[in-house]
């Protein structure tokens, strides 16, 4: 086990490594210095970037002062708001956008699963049809295009839901519909498929010819083995879900990180793409890293095959 | 002696794409209390199927008993709900599989398997079935039972988790107890370990078993008679000494005759050809296409049984008076 | 095959002595014991043509093909200019899918549209196979050592969010429909490789390919020959399946603004654009782009789905 976890650790470290080397590459490589452009009109905070990034300074040393601020957690201010810092705007946007995450991946979870058990344990019968039916619609319709067809319908023109911003409840649920929609239908598909492969299990027909009762097989037999792929893809969805954020913070207006991002992008504010870039992946691996640790922990084989666990 | 089980006229089918599958089509046998039925055939004949019905875990759908009686202890499992028919798995009758390895749930520790089946039906406590778990680990032949209990399947080599298998289908003591070819995914020095190992519960609790194989090595060593199956039906039974010297149907011969012994000589004969569609089975015998015998009635009337003695009996036409002559006259050819 | 059917009065007794003779061996009986036998790819076929779902999407994706061909050449009106007098114009005779925000028309837009979008998806599907391959037949044909670097080269590519390196390379380089693409296809082949190397690896140790090995032929031809027909489904699959995430990825990226922009049509571009219409009503500016990307999407999946099932050897009866 705990080799297995030093493996994932090393990759992950090695992964966030990557990543921050080449935000700094391609930052580099933007022609002309990113901080000349017309949007930073402002001359003192251009000398505080320059100085700040080291712009004088030979390419190596600039990479290692770089990773040196990031290990210390100093992304510098921003262009576009002189009297801020980017970790001034993480730390604003960032609990929103968490929010938002953590309850879509609830509501998916939980749906998703849901509906994968219905259909799978009435396999090739109407449930199962009308699961798997909408399970490729929400597949197949883009979040945010979902986003802007439940504004359309329940805000506008029926006024259920609040149109936009993060206030109450109430402004949570469209967001949260149409960033949920895909991930669950995944969820969904995934739980089904592999719960119709293990309740064709040997050890299934055992559980059975025990006389156990078909809930506990289900839940003590079936469930827990089919639930594991399920956890290995938690962490790549929940990837999917932040940065489909972005979008969706951006139609909702919730000034959640993906907008602060979007912005940045919009206005070529470099020190928050770079600063927003790498807190945002290094918080997904982290997630990644998290998940593959959890499903070590599930699912026992792990710990003596870890040769074979890829 | 008494008759534990009783299967009359078992008729069982599965509903596919490609139409149904007919795939018991009428099966006679019984089981007396205390002995070994072996019930031999190539893959395909029914006879996993058959022994999945006894125990009604048949898929349905697809799969559907449509005819027959399976009375055990006087009781006609067919009929009954199953509610009541999940009181008597485990605890009566109980059930092991061909795969040791994949039979056990992976994720759960073998204690936790093992006494699941006891806490299901019995109200005892932890300490209770824990002291029974490490019981049957003992009898199974398990070394460091107390140690072990704590572990995963993947811990255990195939041998010793078929013996865990074992364990769990006898934790409930039942009376009757069904090995779905127990030894056919084992390396054969520990096929003999695990057949000893049933002689020796059998011994130690007199439990009744039906066995399912298609490796005459295994009849050979622990059954006390033989039910040979083809195409969904029952062709000949008979005791293990009458169905190895005396084999009267020409496919048991025939299955005698390829299988490697040392005190022959000559090649082995294998049965030519394959076993027929059971979409749509012969109305005859359907070994007839196969049959160096075969005579124009075998295709048209499937034969009644004849007894040979009080326990042997065998569904031929060869065994008709008016055969012997065409046996005869090939004789000659 | 022949039954002949036997009258159910004949018994025990009443059967005639006359068969009770050696039975004709029935030339053909030997013949029909093997049942016919279908090529792997016939079969296939013959199970997706079965399953409606799937065809329906085959025959929305030839539709499409052909309109995002012919769609722009067929309309009168321009994809990229449009009248400003003629803003917002509801479906009629003469805009049929009605016209947006700049007087342009949507339903040459819709067209012009899908040509990028196909354009994508199947760039996308096309680069990320042939890199797939590469790597993966490499890493699963080789085994140990060399195996075990590209994997971890595939877990570390793996492990960064895409759409933030696709975001970044956009910003480096610049929006165009060529960065689009390759921003897709830096992190996107990773999958289509853990594919290929998964089947590489099963079917390199069945017997054919060791007889093969043993006659000394070439590794390259091994590999072209032996393997990669072997494991063309799941390949053909994940092709399949990854043309819609790459559809929805250009999408997205067009709608925040970062891949096709304005005037320039792309269904991100034209829902993006009709983000203010839907409050004041011009439902079609949203509706159209949004209907055939969904319905692009959903067909694409459905066929995926269908191929997965057709092509998976352990549902062959």
């Given at each position: 086990m705990l080799k297995y976890i030093l493996k994932k650790l090393l990759i992950m470290l090695f992964t966030l490594w990557i990543i921050i080397t080449l935000t700094f590459v391609l930052m580099v490589s933007v022609p002309g210095s990113p901080f000349n452009s017309e949007s930073s009109s402002n001359e003192i905070v251009q000398q505080n970037l320059e100085k700040h990034y080291n712009l004088d300074k030979p390419m190596h040393i600039q990479y290692l002062l770089y990773l040196k601020s990031v290990v210390t957690f100093d992304f510098g201010p921003s262009i576009k708001q002189p009297n801020q810092t980017v970790n001034d705007l993480l730390g604003r946007g960032f609990p929103i956008s968490a929010e938002l995450g953590i309850v879509t991946i609830i509501v998916a979870l939980i749906s998703g699963i849901t509906l994968g058990i219905l259909a799978a344990l009435r396999h090739n019968r109407i449930i199962d049809y009308a699961a798997m039916a909408i399970a490729v619609l929400g597949i197949s319709i883009p979040n945010f295009i979902l986003a802007t067809l439940l504004i359309q319908q329940l805000s506008v023109n029926w006024g259920i839901f609040p149109v936009a911003t993060w206030k109450s409840w109430s402004h949570m649920v469209l967001p949260v519909l149409a960033l949920a929609t895909g991930p669950m239908a995944i969820i969904a598909r995934l739980t089904r498929s592999t719960m119709l492969e293990v309740l064709t299990q040997d050890y299934i027909k055992m559980a059975r010819a025990k006389g156990l009762a078909p809930w506990k097989i289900i839940v003590k037999h079936a469930l827990r083995n089919a639930l594991m792929p399920v956890v290995t893809i938690m962490g790549t969805l929940f990837v999917g879900i932040m940065t489909g954020s972005f979008v969706i913070e951006q139609i909702f207006a919730i000034p959640g990180m993906g907008k602060y991002f979007v912005e940045s992008i919009n206005h070529r504010d470099f020190p928050v793409i770079m600063g927003t870039t790498v807190f945002y992946s290094s918080f997904l691996i982290i997630m990644l890293f998290l998940v593959d640790i959890a499903y070590g922990i599930l699912d026992p084989r792990i710990k003596v095959n870890n040769k074979e666990g890829d | 002696m008494e008759k534990i089980l009783e299967v009359t006229d078992l008729h069982v089918t599965f509903a596919t794409y490609g139409g149904t599958v007919q795939a018991v089509r009428g099966v006679d046998f019984h089981l007396n209390k205390g002995e070994t039925l072996a019930i031999v055939g190539e893959s395909g004949c029914g006879k996993s199927v058959t022994v999945n019905a006894i125990m009604r875990l048949i898929p349905n759908p697809p799969g559907r008993i449509t005819n027959g009686k399976i009375l055990f202890k006087g009781q006609d499992l067919t009929k009954l709900k199953e509610k009541k028919m999940r009181s008597i798995r485990g605890v009566d009758i109980s059930m092991i599989f061909q795969d040791p390895m994949t039979a056990l749930n992976p994720t759960l520790t073998i204690g936790n398997q093992l006494m699941e089946g006891l806490k299901q039906h019995h109200d005892v406590t932890d300490k209770e079935a824990k002291r029974r778990a490490l019981e049957m680990l003992d009898l199974v032949g398990i070394p460091n039972p107390e140690e072990r209990l704590?572990?995963?399947?993947?811990?255990?080599?195939g041998g010793m988790r078929q013996r865990i298998v074992i364990a769990i289908a006898l934790i409930c003591e039942p009376e009757l107890l069904i090995a779905d070819?127990?030894?056919?995914?084992?390396?054969v020095t520990i096929q003999a370990q695990i057949l000893e190992l049933f002689e020796r519960i059998q011994e130690v609790t007199g439990v009744s078993i039906i066995l399912i194989t298609h490796d005459l090595g295994v009849v050979a060593k622990i059954a006390d008679r033989v039910a040979v199956m083809y195409a969904g039906k029952i062709i000949e039974t008979g005791m293990k000494r009458e169905i190895f010297?005396?084999?009267?149907?020409p496919y048991t011969k025939g299955l005698l005759e390829s299988v490697p012994r040392l005190d022959t000589k000559g090649k082995l004969q294998p049965i030519e050809g394959t076993p027929p569609d059971l979409f749509s089975p012969p109305t005859g015998c359907p070994f007839t296409a196969r049959c160096p015998f075969a005579m124009e009635v075998c295709d048209k009337v499937y034969p009644e049984s004849t007894a040979m003695s009080d326990s042997h009996t065998v569904n031929c036409w060869l065994q008709d008076e008016r055969a012997k002559k065409v046996l005869a006259t090939m004789a000659t050819n | 095959m022949e039954i002949k059917q036997v009258p159910p009065q004949v018994t025990k007794e009443n059967i005639p002595d006359e068969w009770f003779t050696p039975r004709e061996k029935n030339k053909n009986e030997q013949e029909r014991l093997a049942r016919p036998s279908l090529s792997y790819w016939k079969d296939a076929w013959r199970r997706l043509s079965k399953n409606y779902l799937a065809m329906s999407g085959l025959v929305f994706i030839v539709i499409l093909i052909f309109m995002a061909i012919f769609g722009p050449i067929l309309s009168p009106y321009e994809a990229s200019t449009g009248v400003l007098s003629m803003q917002y114009q509801p479906p009629s005779a003469e805009h049929w899918f009605g016209t947006d925000n700049a007087g342009r028309d949507v339903f040459t837009r819709t067209w012009e549209g899908a040509r990028i979008s196909l354009f994508v998806g199947f760039m996308a599907a096309l680069i990320d196979v042939t890199i797939g391959i590469i790597w993966g037949g490499i890493s699963g044909y080789k085994g140990g050592r060399t195996d075990n670097v590209m994997m971890r080269i595939i877990e570390i590519l793996y492990g960064i969010p895409y759409l933030l390196v696709v975001i970044l390379l956009l910003v480096v380089l610049g929006p165009s429909l060529m960065t689009i693409i390759i921003a897709l296809t830096v992190t996107g082949w990773v999958g289509m490789a853990r594919i290929v190397r998964g089947q590489v690896m099963q079917i390199k140790n069945y017997e054919y390919i060791l007889a093969s090995k043993a006659f000394g032929t070439k590794t390259s031809r091994i590999i072209r020959r032996g393997l990669l027909p072997n494991s063309m489904g799941p390949i053909i699959v994940q092709m399949t399946l990854t043309v819609p995430s790459a559809i929805f990825a250009e999408a997205f990226l067009s709608f925040i603004g970062l891949g096709i922009s304005s005037p320039n049509a792309s269904w991100g571009v034209m829902a993006n654009d009709s983000l203010g219409a839907i409050l004041s009503g011009n439902w079609w500016t949203l509706f159209f782009p949004a209907f055939f990307i969904s319905l692009t999407m959903f067909a694409f999946n459905v066929l995926g789905d269908g191929l997965q099932d057709a092509l998976d050897p352990k549902l062959r009866k």
């Open positions: - | 704590k572990q995963y399947p993947h811990q255990f080599s070819e127990p030894t056919t995914a084992l390396d010297y005396r084999p009267q149907h | -």
